[in-house]
């Protein structure tokens, strides 16, 4: 009978710290980064070879006066989230382009964009293959 109690007690606690880790993560990382969606998913190949299909990212909150020409961008359209990097800013909107694209996108107004890729000395930090768990989701 202890050894039965002793095994509900360690699975009620691992239960405890995969939830807390599940949940608490995406929210710890929301509020470190100042953006509601810290993670993303690079879900094409229209920015390789700096970030590949199946990448997590991790995108922080910025400011429209801290947008340089060159910083990879997340922003959102119709059909859910882009990911590309600035070709040039304007007044009222910017122009992106993925690495590999051979043309330009539409312009994407200043109030789209939910953040930039964070960066680790210098690179963009991603987890490679790790979002594919993600677009395994969404397929079903």
């Known amino acids: 009978m202890k050894s039965f109690l002793k095994f509900i007690l360690n699975a009620v606690i691992y239960v405890a710290i995969v939830g807390g880790i599940l949940f608490g993560l995406p ?5 470190k980064l100042d953006t509601p969606y810290p993670l993303a998913s690079i879900t094409s190949g229209s920015m390789w070879p700096v970030l590949h299909e199946g990448d997590l990212v991790f995108i922080q909150g910025v400011a429209r006066a801290d ?3 060159g910083d990879i ?4 359209n119709p059909s859910g ?3 590309h990097r600035i070709k040039s800013l304007g007044e009222t909107m ?8 051979f043309t330009e996108d539409a312009p994407v107004k200043y109030e789209d964009v939910v953040g930039r890729t964070y960066k680790v000395f210098g690179h963009d930090a991603r987890i490679p293959y790790l979002g594919m768990i993600t ?3 969404n397929q079903k």
């Open 27 to 31: 929210r710890f990382l929301a509020w």
């Open 67 to 69: 947008l340089a020409v």
């Open 73 to 76: 961008v997340v922003w959102r």
């Open 81 to 83: 989230f882009t990911i």
């Open 94 to 101: 910017l122009i992106t382009k993925g690495d590999a694209n």
């Open 135 to 137: 677009m395994y989701a």
